[in-house]
């Protein structure tokens, strides 16, 4: 075993290589070289030589493109996994309020760098997040996230009515959360690079009003940043945007009308639409955050992912915590893997919608794909950026396990036997996040999966 994982670009991993590809399909190598050049980009990849040169030496290990969460809130973090089954609308009032209520910014500067090392423990390199309604809170996460390394788009929750902001007026709170967010997207957008970006973060439209959401929506398109909110997660809320805006055909509408749609939009959960309103959504551009273990823990429901896929949207996957237990995108796959296969037995329809090589495409590629950061994330592909993560595939293995028998199988143990260490490296740019267990030595529970030696 090697010393130590490498800190910085450059540096030559050898290790098994397994990455969705741009042009379709995917790359596996079982004995592969990834050259990671000294301005942090991919130089090559490959199968190892014996003329490869000097090499850091991973194997067995497994090198994935980092994955990238599109749907997450940071201020929720410490409550995840609380009010399994709770009614959105309900949750909402009773865990979410009162802990971004109390999101300030001595608050997050404790919980963004733990949140950002748990994402890189995780195996998430970008993530795009809600914040709560605080500026300062916003700041001191996206300092957490310029020091911690991690890909980061943050925005500040925008909500003028059913609020939890008691420091302002309500007739305040629109032009203030106007200029807050725009302030915050002067300072943050494209920082380092274009590492840090900003997304406008109107909460959802039964938290805003037309203006808030039509103004927000404005504001992002002026400056090129992303526009975020959630769309027809669950049915109370879908009859509650009915009631607040009965001038809408539909939910989509009520952002269509704000001039919110479009490739720079990415609308979460998304999942009791009309056939119209998917169209929309395609024809639009506007992209979605699936995020299948939030709908079952919440019971929001069932997306159709398979239609909005041949429908021809972009899709990536989200963990949604707290709405979602798990911080981990390993865990959203094997959920959406559940859901999908439940859905197919309940449908009648023996099509399987994707095998797990589609899975990590969807945590990965399409996620880039999504944020239109495809040409620079998303995949091991010479030219881009070394965004990578290592797992040990040891430690997804049940005993007496046989070799994987080629990249299906070997992905298939990592997302439906995930082990909560096995991811022991993550680099952005190439350079190594804080987070997953750096120590090269074997863990504690090698060889047996999570409940092995407890
Ligand atoms: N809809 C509006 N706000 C939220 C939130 O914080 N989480 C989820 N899952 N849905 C929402
Ligand atoms: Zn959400």
Redesign the pocket.
Known sequence: MPPALPDQAPFVLRAQVLTPLAAGGSRYESDGVVVVDADGRIGSVGPWQADSGPVLDLRPWLVLPGLVDLHV?LP?VPHAGLGFGTP?LDW?QRY?FPLEHDFTEAVAEVVAPAVFRAFAAAGTTTALM?GAVYEPSLDAAFRAAEAHGIRAIIGKVMMDRLTYDESHRPSEVLDLSLRQSADLCDRWHLRDKGRLRYAFTP??A??CSAEMLRESAALATAKGAYWQT?LA?DRA?MAEVARLFPGARDYIDVYDQAGGLGPRTIL??AIHLSDREVARIAESGTRLAHCPA?NLF?ASGIMPLGRYLEAGIGVGLGS?VA?GPDLSLFGAMRVGGYVQNALRVASGDARPILDPLGWLRLASYEGARVLGLDDEIGSIEAGKDADLIVVDPELAAPPAAPEPDGPADLLSRLIFRSHPEMVRGAWVRGRRLEGPIDRLDPPLAHAGGPAAGA
């Open positions: 809130h929720q959105l909402l979410v809600y909460r959802f039964v938290s959630h997660e809320e979460a959960h939030s919440l949604d709405g």
